[in-house]
């Protein structure tokens, strides 16, 4: 891969943990325990994948389990989008980035860092709707 390919995926990475943690803290706050802990691993494996001491082999495990997981996390945000009559569009955006990925014959790997961003940006609104539905609020955590 070429080295400005990691420098954005590092960048991506790094940005991604970041929103991750903010909705980890949402959803414990709130008492969304499977939400915080799906995005809780995520996290924990991004974290494990900005290590410079990887090999090559070992980040790209790390990178499939990710991108494994982002999109079973997918499916869950999105049931609870429409549970809760909220518009969802991440699947759709991520989707249009594996096509154009592949005819690049490039990694998508960029693409689950964008679907967990979009997860991450989503879910905050999500935990807000739910949050005022049970009559509770979320802590500013920004």
Known sequence: ??????AEI??????AARLGHVVVEQA?????LQL????RWIVGQLQLAQRKERTPAERKRLRQAIS???KELSEVVKEKHI?????FSCIDQHDECVRKKKRQKKSPYLCFLALFICLAHSTTALL????RATGGHLPEIF
Request: hydrophobic share 50%; aromatic share 4%; glycine share 4%.
């Open 1 to 6: 891969m070429a080295r400005n390919d990691e």
């Open 10 to 15: 590092l960048a991506q990475e790094i940005q």
């Open 28 to 32: 414990l706050a709130i008492g969304e």
């Open 36 to 39: 915080a802990n799906q995005f």
């Open 68 to 70: 494994k997981r982002t």
């Open 83 to 87: 549970q809760h009559h909220l518009a």
């Open 128 to 131: 807000a709707a739910i949050a």
